[in-house]
């Protein structure tokens, strides 16, 4: 079945560091791929996605690839701020429903 | 305005009695889910509804069932809560045609005692 694998956290980056959150997926076909976003004590917020290989995703200085040939859609951001700070799930769509990776906590110091 | 809400916000109970969290979506779409975010943070499909019909049922309970009173309602009841429910449950929509790009509600926790 359809699986996502996502490194475990937490991530611990000082500010204005470089910021890589390592996704694969496992699934048929061709499914769309998402970055969710959950601050603390808050629902899940899409940050971006890629509908199809060699899409870019990005927004709010994020970007992600969609890498057909090696099932990966890592997620970058050049420089964090501490506002960053937060759990980020890495998701396939296949069959309407959302398969999650385990997700990852990042934590920002100023 | 709200595009996804959720009542209640936390829901404290105990072992045995039933329960219910409702859910409503303003964005006019034909999909609804539910999810649970268990204590690792782990989120999994629990239900989908498009249209008023149950497309996805992911070996849940019976004790859990949704209800879909119309397009823009999902809601989940649950009977004979047990501690292992205890969870945030997620709702969701999304437009049933495109990339399925899902829209989540806040979140309700559930403890149960």
């Known amino acids: 079945g359809d699986s996502v694998t996502q490194m475990e956290g937490p991530v611990t980056l000082s500010e204005e560091a470089f910021l890589t959150i390592n996704c694969t997926y496992t699934?048929?076909?061709?499914?769309?791929l998402f970055w969710y976003v959950q601050y603390p004590g808050e629902g899940l917020q899409l940050l971006l996605k890629a509908t199809k290989a060699d899409d870019k995703g990005s927004n709010k200085g994020f970007e992600a690839t969609y890498r057909k040939e090696t099932t990966s859609f890592h997620l970058e951001k050049g420089s964090v701020q501490v506002s960053d700070s937060a759990v980020y799930f890495c998701?396939?769509?296949?069959?309407?429903?959302?398969?999650f990776g385990s997700g990852t906590r990042l934590q920002v110091q100023p | 305005d709200t595009a996804v809400s959720q009542t209640p916000k936390y829901l404290v109970t105990q072992m045995g009695n039933d329960k219910s969290i409702k859910c409503e979506q303003n964005l006019g779409h034909d999909t609804m889910y539910w999810y649970k975010q268990d204590s690792k943070k782990f989120l999994k499909i629990m239900f989908s509804?498009?249209?008023?019909?149950?497309?996805i049922n992911e070996t849940v309970p019976n004790r859990f069932s949704p209800k879909s009173p119309d397009k823009a309602h999902l809601n989940l009841h649950i009977n004979s809560l047990e501690l292992g429910d205890s969870a945030v449950y997620f709702c969701?929509?999304?437009?049933?045609?495109?990339?399925?790009?899902?829209?989540f509600g806040p979140g309700t926790r559930l403890t149960v005692t």
């Open positions: 699934a048929t076909g061709y499914p769309s």
């Open positions: 509804y498009n249209n008023k019909e149950l497309i």
């Open positions: 969701a929509s999304s437009q049933e045609t495109g990339n399925y790009e899902q829209y």
């Open positions: 998701a396939l769509s296949r069959r309407r429903a959302l398969t």
